[in-house]
């Protein structure tokens, strides 16, 4: 099967793209990337050259003309778009580039496909934050969408475009909802590895508010099994929700992490609120479930693994921050 992965440089397509050449014999897969701040080729590099059937294209999917081209190089049996601007923080501050990728760069890639000769399957990764901040119990795939933030709302239109394609247009496209993802290769910004990196410095740790927010993690390997799952036998025109089962408030992550690193809880320091933070995420997953997935990672074993990954690979992380990474101030703090 040939793969074509969009975004496959960062950190949850790059983890894709290792697991796919390491679980099947008979795939060959190309990365195409416009290797933004997040996008590393570092992440695919190792894999890059010992491995004849993955190669990369450096390009943007915004870029209609070239992705086409090489669409029609390439021919594709499926391509799966994790391609996106990613940070919510930086949403807030900047959400332009969050409107053009996320919304606008799907659109090209609709639109190729609309166009196209041939028939590949799409899977495009959505979030589970299109459905916005969910109070009690869970929500399935038909819930109604309420964004809170830039990157929320361009990527619940993101998702809604590939609806309405396959709707309109009978494209294969599938559309799936991880939760919260946590693992190796994952940019330093975001709260795992931050936590991680900063209680490596004896650095104080910033919470957003009182900590009290609650996501669902889940183990980066454990979703590329569910999305793999989902490109041999989901079905047409669906959306997948793919939670963790695994639902923890912030101040309790970083307290795990910091448990495991044998780091005393006064590193953590709350900060002003994230402007528009949602309370809680939480997805049903009997869909996912009736297609024989479940992950297969417990908490704890996740994080030592991803613990283990950023003490045992700081060559990765350390051209990454300086000493303006450990500031304590946010974007909405100062006002900007
Ligand atoms: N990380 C999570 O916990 C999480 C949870 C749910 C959904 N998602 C979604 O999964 C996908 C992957 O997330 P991630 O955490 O790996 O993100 P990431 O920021 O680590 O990687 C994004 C990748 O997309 C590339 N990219 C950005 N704009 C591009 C463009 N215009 N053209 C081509 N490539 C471009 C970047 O260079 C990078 O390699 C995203 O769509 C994200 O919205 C992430």
Redesign the pocket.
Known sequence: MRYLV?????????NYVRYLLKTYEDVEVLV?????????IE?IKDLLERDKRIKFVK?????EEFFEYIVKEYEPDVIV???????VDRSINEPA?FI???IL?VYSILEVLRRSSFSPRLIH?????VYGSISEGSVGEESPFNPSSP?SAS?ASGDLLVRAYYKTYGLDAIVV??????GP???PE?LIPKTIIRALHDKPIPIYGSGEQVRDW?FVEDFAEALEVVVRRGAKGEAYNIPGFNEKRNIDVVKDILRLLGKPETLIKHVADRPGHDYRYSMRGDKILSLGWKPKTSWEQGLRKTIEWYITNKWWWKPLISDKYFELDTPWSKGR
């Open positions: 969009t975004g496959g440089a960062g950190f949850m397509g790059s195409y990337d416009k290797l933004s701040y997040a996008g590393r992440n390009g943007d999917i915004c870029n778009n994790f391609a996106a601007e990613t940070h580039a053009k990728t996320n760069g990764i959505s979030t589970d934050e990157y990527k909802r991880p939760s919260n993802n946590y290769y994952q940019y975001k889940l």
